[in-house]
């Protein structure tokens, strides 16, 4: 039976998974009941694991004949989000919602442990399976990374991600990058508290930290060249406590996002130089905190050769779409800096469906025909690269 049928098989299995962990999401690094399910289904297939970085798991499939290694990666985690779908499998937990498509991601994987472990005999190689934890805050693909060596093992890596944008029946693989590196920052603003009515016995930093803000919108237009993509977003600003004091202290925190490495190096020091020689014009002092949170996401292009043609036995020619790279970030990327690889964008769009909302929307859902596409993706990838 091919890997195609074979998804179609399980198709209502990895639905029933995905509804499933849609009812009940969890937050970073709390995805306890996922984990547990995970390890549930991995025993009833006899699919040896390890728990990795807390609720993360690790699951491994040795083939029949020795050969390369490929792992495939599922995010496990939810947002902070009330669901206002109205859905039979509606989240039960007030306030946490299942709105990016881990929930799909991890019954994917699941869905795709099956096959794998029905096509065993057949394989050429090693399958790792990481169920990832901590994807939305940038932390569980590090940990992971940090805890085991067994990334050192791997030759190729392959991840999906579910996407709203892209028509249900289409999945882009381009080489490249597809996704931003995303890291954030916080600015310390100190001046001098006093009187509303005696601003010339203080140091304003509401008036420092805005200049501040204003001026940091310059590093995009006048620091970074026209042919290259970058962002800086100040996305909050907390200062003073009443009306008829002048503030002495304010707290900036934003996050910076672009594609190229030299680009991401260089960014803090431009950050820390203007905002610091802006308070001073001002009398007041700047401090920098800067979090490195996630690598841009760049695709290999050997690996994308090789994903496309999984894609075309999958849907043919016409599956394989194009789209454009997103400033949205991926800690996936801690993996391809591991080993070559690729993520996959599945389509999910179905406005027939109602699947027509972006991710982090609280009427975020999918078209769930792209389960199965995407569980024969997993598959696919897998077998090509060994045998490739």
Same mark, same amino acid.
């Given at each position: 039976m091919t890997i195609k049928k074979l998804a179609e098989q399980y198709k209502d299995y990895v639905i029933d998974l995905r509804r499933e962990f849609h009812m009940y999401p969890e937050s970073s690094w709390e995805e306890f009941r996922t984990s547990s399910r995970i390890k549930e289904e991995l025993d009833k297939l006899e699919i040896p694991y390890i728990p990795l970085a807390g /609720?993360? #798991?690790?699951? /491994? *499939?040795k083939g029949k004949n020795p050969g390369k290694t490929v792992a495939l990666r599922g995010d496990m985690d939810a947002l902070e989000t009330t669901e206002t779908n109205d859905i039979p499998y509606k989240s039960k937990h007030e306030g946490k919602m299942h709105a990016c498509g881990h929930d799909g991601h991890t019954a994917m994987l699941l869905g795709a442990a099956k096959i794998l472990k029905d096509i065993q005999n057949e394989l050429k190689g090693t399958v790792y399976l990481i169920f990832q934890p901590a994807e939305e805050v940038a932390g569980g693909a590090k940990k992971m990374i940090e805890e085991s060596d067994f990334m050192d093992n791997v030759d190729s890596v392959f991840g999906i991600h579910l996407w709203s944008d892209v028509e249900v029946g289409k999945v882009s693989v381009?080489?490249?990058?597809?996704?931003?590196?995303a890291d954030f920052f916080s600015l310390k603003i100190k001046g001098k508290a006093g009187h509303g009515s005696m601003p010339h016995q203080t140091v304003d930093a509401v008036v420092a930290a805005s200049a501040v803000v204003m001026d940091l919108q310059s590093i995009v237009s006048r620091e970074i060249s026209p042919l290259d993509s970058a962002v800086l977003t100040i996305g909050s600003f907390h200062s003073g406590t009443r009306f008829n004091i002048i503030a002495g202290e304010a707290t900036l925190?934003?996050? /910076?996002?672009?594609f190229k490495p030299e680009i991401r190096e260089k960014l803090p020091d431009i950050i820390e130089r203007i905002a610091k020689n802006t308070a001073a014009s001002y009398r007041a002092d700047a401090s920098l905190s800067y979090t490195w949170a996630t690598p841009a996401t760049i695709n290999d292009e050997e690996c994308s050769k090789i994903?496309?043609?999984? #894609?075309e036995k999958i849907l043919g020619k016409d599956g394989v779409t194009k789209m454009e790279k997103t400033t949205g970030g991926e800690d996936f990327a801690y993996f391809l800096e591991k080993a070559p690889g690729v993520l996959a964008f599945v389509g999910i769009r179905n406005e027939e469906k109602g699947a027509c909302y972006p991710h982090h929307h609280d009427k975020f859902n999918m078209d769930e025909d792209a389960?199965? *596409?995407? /569980?024969a993706l997993y598959v696919q990838y897998a077998v090509d690269f060994l045998n490739s």
């Open positions: /609720t993360g #798991v690790l699951a /491994t *499939i381009e080489a490249g990058p597809r996704m931003a590196s925190e934003g996050t /910076t996002r672009c994903a496309a043609g999984s #894609v389960l199965e *596409i995407g /569980t």
